[in-house]
T-cell receptor, first 116, second 110 residues
Framework: GAGVSQSPSNKVTEKGKDVELRCDPI?????LYWYRQSLGQGLEFLIY????????KSGLPSDRFSAERTGGSVSTLTIQRTQQEDSAVYLC??????????????FGEGSRLTVL | GDSVTQMEGPVTLSEEAFLTINCTYT??????LFWYVQYPGEGLQLLLK?????DKGSNKGFEATYRKETTSFHLEKGSVQVSDSAVYFC?????????FGTGTSLTVIP
């Protein structure tokens, strides 16, 4: 499809394990965001990629969290040594930036992570 | 820092009732304002937006007016439908950074 694709849609893991979450943005979108949505909470910004610029990592909650974006397209969010408080829905969004930027984010359906 | 505060839910309304979901913001610059909606089982999607003071965003019968004097962007609809049941998020954009509210769950009953 032409939308933002995230995988896996659901992930159950044991405390202490590492997990990788993948995001495939809309083709041609240069900006990519990761957010975390916990029960009863708003969207918590994690990290922002824009083209070849250094990512804005200011929202990553700890050094157990990291993300990369290869070739300006697919992004992977990695959580090491998962903790129960990491349980949440992780959302990826992409957008056009620059002259065509409308401020509209296109979201994937999210990856629900459950840490037992 | 920049932030958005929106009305807590959940909100339950009967079909054809009037809807208001309050949203206020704090921003140092001149943000753009948005309402995003998340229908059950779907990703968030843009509902409407306003990019400057006094602008009115509208879509699907929903409206919101950018009020700089009250730093607000309240969402309204005159007659809700069952299909409007969803979670609504207010958001602001400054630079390339989005700030989202906590979301308001709306359930419309027939």
């Amino acid at each position: 499809g032409a939308g933002v694709s995230q995988s896996p849609s659901n992930k159950v893991t044991e405390k202490g394990k590492d997990v990788e979450l993948r995001c495939d943005p809309i083709s041609g979108h240069t900006a990519l965001y990761w957010y975390r949505q916990s029960l009863g909470q708003g969207l918590e910004f994690l990290i922002y990629f824009q083209g070849n610029s250094a990512p804005d990592k200011s929202g990553l909650p700890s050094d157990r969290f990291s993300a990369e974006r290869t070739g300006g397209s697919v992004s992977t969010l990695t959580i090491q040594r998962t903790q129960q408080e990491d349980s949440a829905v992780y959302l990826c969004a992409s957008s056009l930036v620059g002259g065509a930027f409308t401020g509209e984010l296109f979201f994937g359906e999210g990856s629900r992570l459950t840490v037992l | 820092g920049d932030s958005v505060t929106q009305m807590e839910g959940p909100v339950t309304l009967s079909e054809e009732a009037f809807l208001t979901i309050n949203c206020t913001y704090t921003a140092t610059g001149y943000p753009s304002l948005f309402w995003y909606v998340q229908y059950p089982g779907e990703g968030l999607q843009l509902l409407l937006k306003a990019t400057k003071a006094d602008d009115k965003g509208s879509n699907k019968g929903f409206e919101a007016t950018y009020r700089k004097e009250t730093t607000s962007f309240h969402l309204e609809k005159g007659s809700v439908q069952v299909s409007d049941s969803a979670v609504y998020f207010c958001a602001l954009l400054t630079g390339n950074q989005f700030y989202f509210g906590t979301g308001t769950s709306l359930t419309v009953i027939p």
